[in-house]
């Protein structure tokens, strides 16, 4: 799958220059599964932006297993560039669970976390698992509004959950439910 992601010029670089300055810069980027000589820098993503301030628990030896394993699926959002963000789920028979998403900030709130989480949605519901569950750090306002766009509900709390550092919020979601925008209604036949 190719999307495109978007972003705007700064307000000096449109003073500078000629009136012809494109208003919109468009970087294709590719979902694809993980290769394995991605472990090394999606490790590092994971450290940076979901495990600051913890003890890394998702290193290159973990997050190549998950690669390896026929139950998991670790897709990336390639950029031209870089890997611009990833996701890993594991799945069973009628449930998954989404155990990482990280998108590196320069490419945040450009489509990415959502683009990731539609297609590995898409493949839960294809592979009959129907529920997914996912935990995340409690502080994490931001991911808990992105996850509740999205449609999921929070379910529970697990307090030091995080290495007795943070506690958790537990949220699920029903990927049978309408994958339209979360509170409406699919019309009736």
């Known amino acids: 799958m190719t999307c495109r992601r978007f972003s705007t010029p700064s307000p000096e670089s449109l003073h500078r220059g000629s009136r012809r300055a494109i208003l919109w810069r468009v970087e294709e980027y590719r979902l694809e599964p993980a290769r394995p000589a991605d472990a090394p820098r999606l490790a590092a993503m994971s450290q940076q932006f979901v495990e600051a301030g913890l003890k890394p628990a998702w290193g290159e030896t973990r997050i ?18 870089a890997v611009a963000g990833f996701a890993i789920m594991r799945y069973a028979d009628e449930s998954a669970h989404l155990n990482l998403l990280a998108v590196a900030p320069e490419y945040r709130r450009q489509g990415i976390a959502r683009a990731l989480i539609n297609w590995l949605e898409g493949t839960a519901l294809t592979a009959g698992a129907f ?23 929070e379910c529970g709390e697990v307090r030091g959950y995080y290495q007795g550092v943070e506690s958790a919020i537990r949220l699920t979601r029903d990927v049978r439910a309408s994958r339209e925008t979360p509170g409406t209604r699919e019309p009736s036949p």
């Open 64 to 81: 190549g297993w998950h690669m390896r394993d026929a139950d998991s699926v670790v897709l990336t959002a390639r950029g031209i560039r």
């Open 131 to 153: 529920a997914i569950g996912l935990e995340l750090r409690a502080g994490n306002a931001a991911a808990r509004a992105f996850y509740a766009s999205l449609g999921y509900r």
